[in-house]
Every structure is written in C-alpha cells, then in structure tokens.
C-alpha cells in the first residue's frame, strides 16, 4: 500500500513538473515564433530565415511530442481503462500544440495581437490541456463531474470577458499636438488596429476631421494623425474617436463600437512676450525619465522634444512607444509640442514612417508663440555619408542641400528668434561646409539663443553673436536632466533640473535682441 501511495506521488509529481517544463518551453517557442514577419524575413534573411523557421516549427513538434509520450508514459494504466478520454486528451495536445502558434502569428502579423494579448489565449489552451491531463484521474463521477462544471463555468466566463472587451478598444494615452510650422497634428494611439476621428466646434460650426485619405479610413494601424488649424484648436475643445477594425475587407468589412475620449480643453494662444518651454532631449528610450522630470519642473507653455528619442527605428512601435505615447502622457493633450529629429531618428526600417505619423510636412519649419520666433532646423546625421555604419542608405549632405536652399529663401521674422536643432551648430560648422551655412543662417536671422542636445552633457556656450545651450539628456555627474527655458521682456532665463527635482544649474538671462 505504502509503496503504491509513493508511487502515484511520484508519477504526479514528475507529471507536474514535466507539465511546467512543457509550458514553459511551449510559450517560449510561441513568443520567438510571433516575434517578427514571416515575409520581412524571408526579404531581409533569404534562406537563413527559412533555416530558423525550420528549426522552431521542428522544435514546436517535438515538444507537442514530448508532452504526448509523456502522458502515455505516466498515464498507461488509465489509459487502458479510459482509452476515449486518453485519445481525446491526445489530440486536444497535438491540436493546442499546433493552432496556438499559427493563432498567434497571424496575429502578429496583421499587427492586432502583441505578446502580453496572447497571454491570455495561451492560458486558456494551457487549461484544456491541464485538464485533458486531469480527466484520467476522474474515476469517480464526482470528481468528473466537478472537472467539467469549472471547465463550463471557466469557458463561459472567459467568452463573456472577451465578447465584452473584443470589440472595443483602449486609449494608451492622452493625444499629443504636434506644432508643424503650418497647423496642429493631432495624433493619438489605441491598443489595436483601429480607425478614428477627432471633433470639435468652431465659430457655431461642429468639425469632424476623418483619419482618412482619399474617402476612406485609414484602417491599418493603432495610431492616427489629423492636421487642425491652430485658431481652430487653441482656446477650444476636442475629442478623439476611434474603433476597433474588426475586418477590412474587399467587402463585408466590420468595425466594432467607437470609444470616445474625455473632453480635452487645449490652452490659450499665447500673446506678448512671456513664454515657458520645456526642453527634453536624448532619451533614448528611456521614457521613465521623460515622467520623472516632468513632474519635477512645474508648469510649462510648450514641450520641445529635442530629438534621439529612439535608438534606432527598427519597429513601427518604436514610433509610438518613445515619441507618440510619451507625448501624449507628458502633456495630457493640452499643449503644443515641437518635435526636432535627432540624429538617431533616420535610422532603422521605419525611419521614413516617422514624419508621416508625427504629421509633419518637414522637420524643418518655423513658428511663432506671442513675440517669440521658433526656428527649427534639421541637422539629420552628424557623419558623413560615406561612413561604413550606414551602409550606403544615407544621403544627409544633399537632404542638408535642400533644406538650407529653402530657409534660405524665407526672410528672417520681426521680432526675438531662438533656433532649435538637435546638433550644436558650432561643434561641427567649422569642418563642414553645411553646417557653416547653418552658422550664416542664424547670424542672417539675428539668432542670439540655441538650444540643443546630442553631446549627452550640460553646458552653455557663448559664441560670437550666438548662445547655444546644450541642454543635458542623460549626463554623467548629474543623471537625466532637462531644462525649463523662460522668455520674458526680451531675455530668456534658463534652469536646468534633474529627475530629482534639483536645480543643478542655471544660466541667464540671455538677451535675444540688441539693446538699443
């Protein structure tokens, strides 16, 4: 008796543990299989992809083979007495095994399904086959009984969740307003493929401003990008809409319900010569800092987001998780952000989806906020074309070419300009014939402040007729800092404060104009 009593611990507990290695390696092979395109990797890989494929998908049988002897195995006497049950558990393993990966990786590939969403599905397939495991254990009708009311109970449950929650979709943060030098980009993101649109009323009139290109809704992404007028948006209110693409399809196509968002009341136009910007640059990803030193540097006119917010954008997520979010998250949809590309941003496969998504016209552009002039310039890389790291994929000098060739063409504004450009002018126009046009272009414009970042340090540098601040990022002696720059009467006063809360250094005031 005692040594059966062991006998059948050992064979649950070698079951259990076997059961758990089985999960564990099944949901691993699941998340390598999902994690990229099929086709992009064919393109990009040629046959090595198809060498790799090969390997998980004979992976992914042998472990769906390995869980089968291993029931057969444990369970042999069982087997015998509930051959039916055993062979239905069997295929039910062979047919998890199989259909969860593909379930997934379609997923995946129609960008609708991330790896946390396929958490669930997979839980739900690891409990069939716990209980496929569990039914030959039943030898009483009680005990069987029990297993199928909390199979119905947990499947019931389970479907009424997802019915609730499948057609609809999440916000995953505020909208954030993009300042294009030409009007506002409104661009807002949701948790799946959806479609959208933004309202607003104006002079009596209700504005309804479609996502849409050519008639229809642009139906096959989670973000959405709408250009406003900027005196239609400034002192006004708007919501954003979207729903979930349920199908897009030649026909028969189905969208689930639309969610609407809170009303968001975006501020005033600003008037006279007072104005406090916020200058955030080189997080590289590194988004937790962007909420700490937001919280700690109090209230703020505009958000200059001062470029290299991604490493390199190899995914289109890349676009939303470290600008679009971030945006919205640090603003609440209320205040106008400038966004100035760093030097990292042309790098990667969705690079050039950037700007599309931002809703820009170009990097390049000027804007005007009370007496204040904003340029903004696009230094794009700071090598030369030639160098090996790019691969032959960049051409910055003639991309520099046109777009000195423009602003140089527009006559410098009345009033106090401050220029904007991720790359100190000054560190690279002395060896490099376009940025000492850039140099020309600022004394041209009378520029007495830049700002700046890209050196990952601190520091305030005085050149000849111009100011540049290089303002911080991730430093060494001080961690992520940011900078508060206040412009009042003519001067512009700037502080620079770390995650903590510390003022660590200040500069100022800077005269953006010549005494008279």
């Not at 790799?52 to 087997?79: D, E, W």
Request: net charge negative; charged share 20%.
């Amino acid at each position: 008796m005692e040594k059966s009593i062991w006998q059948r611990i050992g064979k649950i507990v070698s079951s259990t543990v076997a059961l758990a290695v089985f999960t564990l390696v099944s949901y691993a092979e699941v998340y390598v299989f999902v994690s990229g395109s099929l086709f992009e990797a064919s393109r990009l890989l040629y046959g090595a992809c198809f060498l790799y494929l090969t390997l998980f998908a004979l992976l992914i049988v042998l472990t769906v083979c390995f869980g089968i002897g291993l029931f057969l195995s444990v369970y042999h006497p069982s087997i015998e007495r509930n051959g039916l049950l055993c062979l239905c558990a069997e295929l039910l393993t062979v047919l998890i095994g199989a259909a969860l990966p593909i379930l997934m990786y379609y997923g995946r590939m129609t960008e609708s399904v991330t790896f946390l969403k396929t958490l669930p599905y997979f839980l739900a397939g690891l409990a069939a086959i716990v209980v496929a495991f569990l039914i030959p254990l039943a030898k009483k009708k009680s005990i069987f009984a029990a297993i199928a009311v909390c199979v119905l109970v947990g499947s019931g449950a389970g479907f009424a969740a997802v019915s609730a929650r499948g057609e609809t979709v999440r916000f995953e943060a505020d909208p954030v307003v993009f300042d294009t030098g030409k009007d506002f980009s409104v661009v807002w993101c949701t948790d799946e493929v959806s479609v959208g649109y933004l309202e607003y009323e104006f002079g009596g009139k209700t504005y309804v401003v479609h996502d849409a290109e050519d008639g229809k809704y642009r139906a096959d992404q989670r973000v959405h990008t709408v250009r406003v007028p900027y005196e239609h948006l400034f002192g006004n209110t708007y919501t954003v809409h979207s729903a979930k693409v349920l199908k897009n399809a030649a026909k028969n196509s189905k969208l689930g319900k639309f969610v609407s968002s809170k009303a968001y009341s975006f501020a005033q136009k600003i008037e006279g010569d007072s104005v406090k910007m916020l200058s955030l640059t080189d997080w590289h990803e590194d988004v937790e800092s962007l909420y700490q030193t937001n919280a700690s540097c109090g209230a703020y006119d505009v958000l200059l987001m001062m470029g290299d917010a991604i490493n390199y954008v190899n995914e289109f997520e890349d676009i939303l998780d470290n600008v679009v979010i971030p945006g919205g998250k640090l603003t609440g949809g209320v205040k106008p952000v400038l966004f100035v590309r760093g030097n990292h941003e042309p790098r990667g496969k969705y690079a050039s989806e950037l700007k599309g998504v931002l809703g820009y016209d170009d990097y390049y552009f000027a804007t005007r906020y009370g007496s204040l002039n904003l340029l903004v310039l696009d230094g794009a890389e700071d090598k030369p074309d030639a160098n090996e790291k790019y691969g032959g994929l960049i051409v910055s000098e003639a991309y520099r070419d046109e777009e000195l060739s423009v602003i140089e063409s527009w006559d410098p504004p009345a009033g106090d300009v401050i220029c904007l450009c991720h790359i100190p002018i000054f560190t690279t126009s002395e060896d490099n014939e376009q940025f000492a046009r850039f140099e020309a272009l600022l004394e041209k414009w009378d520029v007495k402040l830049e700002i700046s970042g890209h050196e990952h340090y601190l520091d305030y540098v005085q050149r000849a007729s111009c100011g540049v601040l290089i303002a911080g990022g991730p430093t060494d002696d001080n961690g992520f800092v940011s900078c508060v720059i206040s412009v009042e009467g003519g001067a512009a006063s700037i502080k620079a404060i770390n995650v903590k809360g510390e003022t660590v250094k200040t500069y100022g005031p800077v005269a953006l104009h010549e005494k008279d």
